[in-house]
């Protein structure tokens, strides 16, 4: 066991407090981003020891089941074998050098196989990148300038989608046009705004912005923003970078049967390992010969390496069909615990990227008492965010995790 995990000493500070401590001199906020552990109940940790499977364990020494995968990197489990052994034998052999590796085909060939739209891929790092990338290959495609975003909908951390104002100037967005997930009223309207100069809309593969009830994207809205698309030329954008390879491996709207003209994706692409993709039909090829992408790292072999082991580990899993049964194990588990207690919730979304929210919660209150004793009681839950399930959770890892919600139900209903 390692140093960081030895029990504190009794009034010593525990090794959680004492980075905490340690950071806010030196990083401001302590930490950017989503990734603060400020922004949880208390008793949430921010630094971690180990990860492995579906466990994690952070620098105090406490062991959790994990359902939030890295806010959802990691789809087939922490440090799974197979890819850490890829990405191990490409670090043999060179990780960021003067060109990018082999694997850079390899990769970009078994992404147009699997990706039920794509004619081609290129490579990135983050989510932000790709989807930054896929805006400005459908102006350059269209020769336009405006673009539907639907309000309260995150496509990244950049000026023009950033979900803060701070630093960001109305010319930033003077060419974002709202509409409302799901209401084709509100979409009609959007692009009658756009007077002509429409180069693209952006949709999340289903809504899922913080803090409110997930929403799956309706048959005809998915249809109708595919006709209007093609009546309009502009581009259909599917961010899929935080739902990619868990609903479908060939695209999160193919169930729909509706196939975006560009995808953007990151998260679950390498299991963890920094990567972002942007696929797209042969109309928009030229286009993104011509717009200028790129990065330092943006050729980087081993996150490759590893996302061509993702990949093919889902593929031999089926990982989709996995993580929706073990999603709807803990769905139906929750369920049952909140008649039990007669304490009513929604769950939302699909079962895979779950969401538990509590009725008559305005405050979060309960779903804050309810995290923090699951917490306590060993299951990392998110009181406001989708969650995520991996390819590790087991049935058994489903059922240890329903103790502890059991127990979280049991601290809300005693108020």
Request: a neutral charge; glycine letters at 8%.
């Amino acid at each position: 066991m390692s140093q960081a995990l030895l029990p504190a000493k009794p009034g010593a500070i525990p090794p959680d407090d004492a980075l905490r401590a340690r950071a806010r001199a030196v990083i401001p906020g302590g930490l950017w981003g989503h990734l603060n552990a400020a922004r949880l109940p208390e008793g949430y940790p921010q630094y971690f020891a180990s990860a492995e499977g579906c466990r994690l364990r952070d620098v105090n020494g406490r062991e959790y089941i994990d359902f939030m995968c890295a806010w959802g990197p990691v789809v087939v489990g922490h440090r799974h074998p197979a890819v850490e052994a890829a990405a191990r034998r490409q670090a043999g052999q060179g990780d960021c050098m003067n060109g990018p590796a082999p694997v850079l085909v390899e990769l970009a060939e078994l992404l147009v196989v699997t990706v039920a739209h794509a004619d081609w891929a290129l490579l990135a790092k983050n989510g932000t990148d790709a989807t930054t990338a896929c805006v400005t290959i459908a102006r350059a495609a269209t020769g336009r300038r405006k673009v539907l975003v639907a309000r309260g909908s995150y496509h990244g951390a950049v000026p023009w989608c950033s979900p803060s104002l701070a630093g960001v100037t109305a010319e930033d967005r003077a060419h974002i046009l709202p509409f409302d997930y799901n209401d084709t009223a509100s979409l009609e309207a959007a692009a009658e705004a756009a007077k002509g100069d429409l180069a693209a809309v952006i949709v999340t593969a289903f809504r899922h912005d913080f803090g409110r009830h997930q929403e799956l994207p309706t048959p005809e809205f998915a249809r109708h923003l595919r006709a209007l698309c093609d009546a309009t030329g502009a581009a259909l954008i599917l961010d899929d970078v935080r739902a990619g390879f868990r609903i479908d491996l060939g695209g999160s709207w193919e169930p729909l049967g509706v196939r975006p003209d560009l995808s953007a994706f990151s998260k679950a692409i390498a299991n963890g390992h920094p990567l972002a993709a942007v696929t797209g039909r042969d109309r928009f090829r030229q286009a993104a010969t011509e717009v200028y992408t790129t990065g330092s790292f943006w050729c980087g072999a081993v996150p490759m390496a590893a996302a061509v082991a993702t990949i093919q580990e889902l593929r031999r899993l089926d990982g989709p069909a996995h993580m929706r049964a073990m999603g709807e194990r803990l769905r139906a588990g929750l369920d049952a615990l909140s008649r039990r207690y007669r304490l009513p919730v929604r769950q939302t979304g699909p079962a895979q990227m779950p969401l538990m929210i509590f009725d008559n919660d305005p405050d979060w209150a309960k779903g804050d008492a309810f995290c923090a004793t699951a917490l306590r009681h060993g299951a990392y839950f998110h009181p406001r965010h989708n969650m995520f399930l991996s390819c590790a959770h087991t049935e058994e890892d489903i059922d240890r995790a329903l103790e502890a919600a059991e127990a979280g139900f049991q601290a809300v209903a005693r108020g």
